[in-house]
């Protein structure tokens, strides 16, 4: 039994592995992957950054396009990391049986999903850092709080992986993605202070936005970007991201090793 012990790799390889597994596919099928996760976000920033910040004088004494940069760095990676933990992982889980075949290997389910949500989370700020570093150009970032501003980044798409993988655990067809994609992720990138300032909603919609993890990426790392926000503010910004992260990780490992094992 110790002999058979000694054998299994220990919790942090067995998450990398599976980390490095994807890494592996992602550079397959890289120039793909880079079009949809620094292109598509750049796009954006020059339409509606640049396209409707022209009607816009100015919002918190900043230009619009310096506003909206912080909001597109949170959306864009919040997108990539809960798509990759949705409909990439309900093939793995469903049609692939990719998850079935790991768990006869040393890999216990709680190594595949925080694999898996630690890959979602690295894509996601891949996105970020890949939109980061055109933006440079257009005059957005101009220090190293771009710096702290991706760690609160990886970590709310840390978040929003483990929710994708929860989705993941509770769909039964990819018709069923659908509806947490239209019905949270959507409207929250619309009412998390990502294309206008929060004051702009009624105050009971205000207070209401704070149940949304992006609000709280959102606000950190536009404080963290812009200034005007103290750093206490930040930091619980930044609890709550974490509170939220370890919740859904916890729920998605359950569902995920009911599934696999039971």
């Not at 390889?13 to 079009?35: A, D, H, T």
């Not at 910040?53 to 760095?73: E, Q, R």
Request: glycine share 8%.
């Amino acid at each position: 039994m110790k002999a058979e012990l000694a054998r299994l790799p220990n919790k942090q390889y067995g998450i990398y592995q599976v980390w490095y597994r994807n890494f592996m596919q992602f550079q397959k099928s890289w120039l793909v992957n880079l079009f949809w996760i620094v292109i598509e976000p750049l796009f954006t920033l020059l339409a509606i950054g640049y396209g409707v910040g022209a009607f816009i004088p100015s919002v918190d004494g900043y230009s619009y396009a310096d506003f909206f940069f912080p909001g597109l760095l949170c959306v864009s990676s919040m997108m990539v990391a809960f798509f990759v933990s949705t409909y990439d992982n309900f093939s793995k889980l469903t049609y692939q049986k990719t998850y079935a075949t790991m768990i006869l290997t040393p890999l216990d389910p709680e190594q595949i999903v925080i694999g898996e949500l630690l890959w979602g989370a690295s894509k996601g700020t891949l996105s970020a850092i890949g939109v980061s570093i055109v933006a440079f150009g257009f005059g957005h970032i101009d220090s190293w709080k771009i710096i702290p501003a991706l760690i609160v980044i990886f970590i709310s798409s840390f978040l929003f992986s483990a929710l994708g993988m929860l989705v993941t655990s509770l769909v039964k067809n990819y018709e069923g993605i659908i509806y947490p994609t239209s019905g949270l992720i959507v409207p929250m990138s619309l009412f998390a202070g990502t294309y206008f300032p929060l004051d702009q909603l009624p105050v009971w919609a205000r207070y209401l936005s704070y149940l949304l993890p992006l609000t709280h990426t959102t606000r950190a790392v536009r404080g963290l970007l812009l200034g005007g926000l103290p750093w206490w503010q930040i930091l619980i910004h930044l609890i709550v991201l974490i509170l939220f992260a370890v919740v859904f990780t916890k729920i998605s490992i359950k569902r995920i090793t009911e599934k696999l094992i039971h």
